[in-house]
């Protein structure tokens, strides 16, 4: 296990209380993801990559035709498979640059929260992996955050290194150095744009979407 898995695996049981923070803007800004997504994925077969312990998942299964949703950590799966989803939802522990589907398998991604995680020098193979598995013209809903000071840790970078980390403190008090990228929205149409479609873009205080729809040679 990575440290990026440990932390998440250690912070289960807390993770959760990110989406419940009593903060208006915030809330509001979340509610506008759900909303978003829900649109996005009308009657799609959904690809959920990092679902974690399905809080977004809950969302997506009000109007998909059926998720199958990932993620490396057990722990956070044991969670998300104990909750109520109201389409054929099924859930899979595996790598997200190592997806083990068929060519074409999907006609839609979900992929909320994993893209800070993802170093810079393997987004292209992340991406180049989530396309390779969905369809031509299928939607892919990205969202993250934005970074705000002072909330989520110390945020520090490594001389020579162009990532960025957090410095994360769980309630046990162990601490751990997670990778956490952030991005400028023009940097966001930048990476996302040049092998999709971009639909909609959404740049708020807390939180940032994209929804694109993917274009096949």
Not at 13 to 29: A, G
Not at 93 to 105: G, I, M, V
Not at 125 to 135: I, K, M, Q, T, W
Request: proline letters at 2%; one cysteine or more.
């Amino acid at each position: 296990m990575d440290k990026m898995d440990e932390y998440y695996s250690k912070r289960t049981r807390e993770y959760e209380r990110i989406y419940h923070r009593d903060d208006p803007i915030r809330q509001s800004e979340q509610n506008k993801i759900a909303e978003a997504i829900k649109k996005t994925f009308r009657n799609r077969k959904v690809l959920e990559v990092a679902c974690g312990t399905g809080f977004w998942t809950t969302f997506l299964s009000e109007s998909a035709k059926n998720i199958i949703a990932i993620d490396n950590s057990n722990a956070v799966l044991e969670i998300a498979r104990s909750k109520h989803y109201k389409c054929p939802t099924y859930f899979q522990k595996c790598d997200a640059y190592n997806l083990p589907f068929l060519e074409c398998s999907f006609d839609g991604s979900l992929v909320n929260f994993w893209v800070s995680h993802i170093s810079k020098e393997k987004i292209g193979v992340f991406l180049r992996g989530l396309h390779r598995v969905l369809s031509d013209r299928s939607r892919i809903f990205i969202a993250d955050n934005v970074f705000n000071e002072g909330i989520g840790g110390k945020l520090v970078q490594d001389e020579g290194d162009d990532n960025t980390y957090k410095i994360r403190t769980l309630e046990s008090g162990e601490q751990y150095k997670v990778l956490k990228n952030y991005y400028s929205e023009d940097q966001i149409i930048n990476i996302f744009g040049k092998s999709t479609n971009p639909l909609n873009i959404y740049f708020g205080k807390c939180f940032w979407y994209i929804c694109c729809e993917l274009k096949k040679d």
